[in-house]
């Protein structure tokens, strides 16, 4: 087996890839320069060496093949030693569409917020179901330990991320997957960075739906109006709408107002009922989905929805890392103001009257942009309290933000502050949640170490 030196390799799909590129026998080497839990650790189990950082000798000459990751751009010192050295490079998407799904039934799960969770719900349906899949989530699945596995199945299920693939291939990374089953979740206005408008996100999904086949499925929000327009562009292949309402194929009945528990419906007929620890309405249209397509490979639902009592989620997704002095500390990878609102709306129905304190880090691209600045302060209003860790890179004004949240709001230009404003400001009962899509200084482990120490 070949050397493989993994560029950007700490990211949640590249740390995929490795963990793939390992089970397949290769030796694998890589490079980062933000490495921290959940996927350093995972990588270091696999026993996979990192070099901090990218130097112009991070990869070695000797090595078969560089995958490198769509973060790393031309200028990057160990992006521009590759190409002067004549080095074989790869797409870590084009890597799994080569390596990984030829001769495997894809079902690829893409959408602005809910795949990663949307993704690891199907998985375990399908091994419940005895497939054994392979998989590639995009985060550390409580109940696999690992974010990938080659699988002995012949289902593989990928989380299909509509950013580009890398710095010599600005396609979406999904249009490498030819699924046999694509689950279109939601469309919004997301990675302010690469695309203009929704118009733009919308033409790279409706690539996507043109490679899905005829005798495949297309599971699809039937109440995004975005993702309908996406269809109207052309469409081969079977749909199956899912969402609330009774009309759709797939139908979720609310048992309890907090989604914890619901009925899911098939063409009219009930299939069963799910309960589990999962909040939110959000969660339940993620579950919906999942139920959907794993039917659309031949998995009767009413088999596999008794395991979803003892599904455990994805790490980083509400994790409950620990209770302090009768505060629940939560860590959460929400960075989307949608995912942010339906996230605390699920929250709110569990914990009623119980103060709920935000600790947000503006991280991704289109939060630095200052894309989602007009949307931010409403999709906490459900929030009583936020502390905003407003790093001096932020392009856009925090103060505007602040005004307008509903609750008690403060900007602090350091973790270090962060933790001492919800340290002062923090009681017994209250639900912390850190929001973050990034490492966040470690914060959310800190703070709980802090209550500790109390």
Request: net charge negative.
């Amino acid at each position: 087996m070949s050397t493989i030196h993994i560029l950007g390799i700490a990211g949640t799909f590249m740390g995929g890839v490795a963990a793939l590129a390992r089970e397949r026998g290769h030796t694998v080497r890589g490079s980062d320069q933000a490495i921290y839990p959940p996927m350093s650790t995972q990588l270091e189990q696999l026993g996979i060496a990192l070099d901090p950082g990218y130097r112009a000798d991070s990869v070695a000459r000797d090595c078969d093949e560089v995958v490198v990751g769509n973060a790393l751009s031309r200028g990057n010192p160990a992006v521009e030693a590759v190409l002067d050295a004549g080095q074989r490079y790869i797409s870590g998407a084009q890597w799994l569409s080569e390596q990984v799904l030829p001769g495997r039934d894809t079902l690829a799960v893409a959408g602005t917020h809910g795949k990663t969770t949307t993704t690891t719900i199907l998985t375990w349906l399908l091994q419940a179901a005895g497939r054994e899949p392979g998989f590639l989530i995009g985060g550390v699945a409580e109940d696999f330990g690992v974010s990938a596995r080659v699988g002995q199945g012949r289902e593989f299920v990928v989380e299909a991320d509509e950013y580009d693939t890398a710095f010599f291939d600005k396609r979406s990374k999904f249009v490498h997957y030819r699924p046999l089953v694509a689950i279109l979740n939601n469309l919004e206005y997301d990675h302010a960075d690469i695309f203009p408008d929704v118009a733009a996100i919308q033409r790279q999904f409706h690539h996507l739906v043109r490679t899905v086949p005829a005798r495949g499925r297309l599971i699809v929000n039937g109440e995004d109006a975005y993702l309908a327009e996406v269809l109207a562009m052309g469409c081969w292949t079977p749909v199956e709408r899912f969402g609330f309402d009774p009309g759709l194929e797939w139908h979720a009945e609310l048992v309890n107002a907090d989604g914890s528990a619901f009925i899911v419906h098939h063409r009219g007929v009930a299939m069963g009922q799910v309960r589990w620890s999962l909040l939110g309405r959000h969660n339940v249209l993620n579950g919906l989905a999942a139920l959907a397509a794993a039917h659309a490979v031949g998995v009767e639902p009413a088999t596999v929805i008794p395991a979803l009592a003892r599904f455990r989620s994805v790490k980083r997704r509400m994790e409950v890392i620990g209770v302090a002095g009768d505060i629940t500390v939560y860590d959460d990878f929400a960075h989307h103001p949608t995912a942010i609102h339906t996230t605390l709306e699920g929250l709110r129905a569990k914990v009623g009257e119980r103060r709920i304190v935000v600790a947000m880090e503006p991280r991704s691209n289109s939060m630095r942009l200052g894309a989602h600045a007009d949307a931010l302060a409403p999709s906490l209003a459900l929030a009583d309290a936020v502390v905003f860790l407003h790093r001096p890179e932020l392009a856009w004004d925090a103060a505007s933000v602040i005004a307008a949240v509903r609750g008690q709001a403060h900007a602090v230009p350091d973790t270090d502050a962060l933790l001492a404003q919800l340290g002062a400001s923090v009681q017994p009962g209250d639900h912390v949640v850190f929001m973050s899509n990034g490492g966040f200084d470690g914060a959310p482990r800190r703070f709980l170490a802090q209550l500790q120490a109390r």
